[in-house]
């Protein structure tokens, strides 16, 4: 059965500072990874979907890159702002596009 | 820009209760779907439908129904709620099964 695990839980930076969240699934045979961003008490933003045949994608300050085969991914935020601060999950689909599994977490908070 | 709508931001049920949950997605999306997240759970996809009728269940369907009578709408039903579905509910929609899913602002209910 697929597990998503993402570390760190918590992350505090300084404002400016880039950072990397990481997220690891134990099944490799993926179809896509994708990348949100959620306010307390709120829904789940989509920020990047990465498809399991792409190394990486760029929106803005953020980009995600994915090796399928060791498992793993990162979101990577370039000079970080107190709007950063949310908590990030990931979350991956299995090749038939059916089983939807997330990670728990990382809560970020940047500090001006 | 999609936007998905859940029809309440919270509500408060007694146990024993029917409880109807309403999620409206206006991009015309084949696939919708039905998440519950606790804390230390993380996300669990309960139900997801990808057809109007249509439906399959998710990691956790016990104790819940859904529906889906008209493309843009999706319902989520607790036959008779319980204490232990005191929970955040998600709903989200996607183009495609395996595409980016886009969510809805949750309905946080509790069942006293």
């Known amino acids: 059965k697929q597990e998503v695990t993402q570390i760190p839980a918590a992350l505090s930076v300084p404002e400016g500072e880039n950072l990397v969240l990481n997220c690891s699934f134990t099944d490799s045979a993926i179809y896509n990874l994708q990348w949100f961003r959620q306010d307390p008490g709120k829904g789940l933003t989509s920020l990047l979907l990465i498809q399991s045949s792409q190394r990486e994608q760029t929106s803005g300050r953020l980009n995600a890159s994915l090796d399928k085969s060791s498992g793993r991914s990162t979101l990577y935020i370039a000079a970080s702002q107190p709007g950063d601060s949310a908590t990030y999950l990931c979350a991956v689909t299995d090749n038939y596009g059916q089983n939807f599994v997330f990670g728990p977490g990382t809560r970020l908070s940047v500090l001006p | 820009d999609v936007k998905v709508t859940q029809s309440s931001r919270y509500l408060v049920k007694r146990t024993g209760e029917k409880v109807f949950l309403e999620c409206v997605q206006d991009?015309?999306?084949?696939?919708m779907f039905w998440y519950r997240q606790d804390p230390g759970l993380g996300l669990r996809l309960i139900y997801f439908?990808?057809?109007?009728?249509?439906?399959e269940k998710g990691d956790i369907p016990e104790g819940y129904s859904v529906s889906r009578e008209k493309k843009e709408r999706f319902s989520l039903i607790l036959e008779s709620a319980s204490t232990n579905q005191t929970s955040m509910y998600l709903c989200?929609?996607?183009?495609?099964?395996?595409?980016?899913?886009?969510f809805g602002p949750g309905t946080r209910l509790t069942v006293t």
């Open positions: 989200a929609s996607s183009l495609e099964l395996s595409y980016e899913q886009y």
């Open positions: 991009m015309d999306h084949e696939n």
């Open positions: 439908s990808y057809d109007v009728k249509m439906k």
